[in-house]
């Protein structure tokens, strides 16, 4: 399965949209800011901000959240993040950070 994660995604791009990238680090922000723990070792992060934390996570695809995305027409697919990251990087390579 590895080299192929980009086949198994058959609604919208073979990466995450900037929207769906916002929406995930903005609700992982709020939840660490509530007091949940953090999936990485922060003590090396010069920044503890939560966004800033959320953002990392996100970028080692520590995260264990699912994408649905749907169509006008009914179809829908839910898709692990780790798929969308794994195709990214088969499709576009290393791409600059967005956010």
Same mark, same amino acid.
């Given at each position: 399965? $590895?080299?192929?994660?980009?086949?198994?995604?058959?609604?919208? +791009? +073979?990466? =995450? /949209?900037?929207?769906?990238?916002?929406?995930?680090?903005?609700?992982?922000? =709020?939840?660490?800011?509530?007091?949940?723990? +953090?999936? #990485? %070792?922060?003590?090396?992060?010069?920044?503890? %901000?939560?966004?800033? #934390?959320? !953002? $990392? $996570?996100?970028? !080692?695809?520590? =995260?264990?959240?699912?994408? !649905?995305?749907? /169509?006008?027409?009914?179809? $829908?697919?839910?898709?692990?993040?780790d798929w969308l990251l794994k195709a990214q990087k088969e499709v576009y390579g290393d791409l600059p950070e967005l956010m």
């Amino acid at each position: 399965m $590895e080299g192929e994660y980009y086949k198994l995604i058959s609604l919208g +791009p +073979p990466k =995450l /949209t900037k929207f769906e990238r916002a929406a995930i680090i903005g609700v992982r922000a =709020l939840q660490l800011s509530i007091g949940a723990p +953090p999936l #990485i %070792d922060v003590s090396n992060i010069e920044n503890k %901000d939560p966004i800033n #934390i959320a !953002r $990392e $996570e996100l970028k !080692r695809g520590l =995260l264990p959240i699912t994408i !649905r995305r749907r /169509t006008m027409g009914g179809k $829908e697919q839910r898709i692990p993040i780790d798929w969308l990251l794994k195709a990214q990087k088969e499709v576009y390579g290393d791409l600059p950070e967005l956010m």
